[in-house]
């Protein structure tokens, strides 16, 4: 009888050349509970013009929001992009990417060894998200982390496993990128990943990194004075809105452990 030829999975870590304590910090506590990395080279924002930035349509991008990503915001989404791109063409099957701004929890290896191991159809698995949302439990992954389906956008890209579907439909998702990188993946009602997620996270975000992205802390678009492009972008949450509820309303209607 023929078997399976083994999964191939890999763990990266997207890392600034120059910010060497964040790197020794991260891999020191993968190293710790029996995880091994591979460090992958961010872009950095500082050296990139926003104008000719690869992947980005700024055209597109100033018609709906009516101002640019920040030279971080895009350099830190063509970091995730080539890591996964790469990972994808090398012929990898599940992948591991974290940011190197995480604390990992002392059962990480267990939990990425349960998403590793999860059937086909879970296209993206999060470990981690800024806002804690609304979710319908799946299964348990380990006996103290659930698997989950988000039923909202719970931002943050600090962690999160893909498999090569996955991977595909993330890189689609961002062609042409015209939003920050872990809004343009949350977004499962348009961009059709099968999103899960992991609760409790195994993932602890730290407070005494400051970020490397330097994000607004208000949406931008708040603060337009025009008038019109204020509606638009309110029109397109509201579609956003509607069509988040239609997908959510499909998947309840929806059976098995992993859909």
């Known amino acids: 009888m023929a078997t399976s030829p083994p999964v191939r999975t890999g763990v990266f870590v997207i890392n600034l050349e120059r910010s060497d304590i964040r790197r020794q910090r991260v891999l020191r506590g993968l190293a710790k509970v029996g995880v091994e990395a591979t460090v992958w080279k961010a872009v950095d924002g500082a050296s990139l013009d926003v104008a000719t930035a690869p992947r980005y349509d700024q055209a597109r991008r100033l018609a709906r929001f009516g101002h640019d990503l ?5 350099a830190c989404a063509l970091s995730h992009l080539a890591c996964i791109e790469a990972a994808l063409a090398e012929g990898f099957d599940k992948i591991c990417i974290l940011e190197d701004d ?46 989950v389906r988000p039923l909202h956008a719970t931002c943050g890209a600090q962690g999160y496993v893909l498999d090569r579907v996955g991977m595909k439909k993330a890189l689609a998702a961002c062609t042409p990128l015209i939003m920050q990188i872990d809004i ?4 499962y009602w348009a961009n059709g990943l099968a999103l899960f997620a992991v609760l409790p996270s195994p993932l602890i975000e730290p407070q005494d990194l400051p970020s490397d992205i330097n994000a607004p802390r208000v949406d931008p678009w ?20 509607v069509r988040r509820h239609g997908v959510n309303l499909a998947r309840g209607l929806r059976r098995g452990p992993v859909r």
């Open 222 to 241: 708040r603060a337009v004075p025009h008038r019109w492009l204020r509606l638009r972008l309110k029109m397109h949450k509201l579609l956003d809105s």
């Open 70 to 74: 920040t030279p971080n915001e895009i």
């Open 184 to 187: 343009a993946l949350d977004r």
């Open 102 to 147: 995480v604390i990992v929890a002392p059962d990480f290896k267990a939990v990425l060894d349960a998403c590793f191991a999860l059937p086909a159809g879970a296209d993206m698995v999060k470990l981690y998200g800024l806002r804690r949302r609304p979710s319908r439990p799946v299964a348990e992954l380990t006996p103290t982390r659930t698997l």
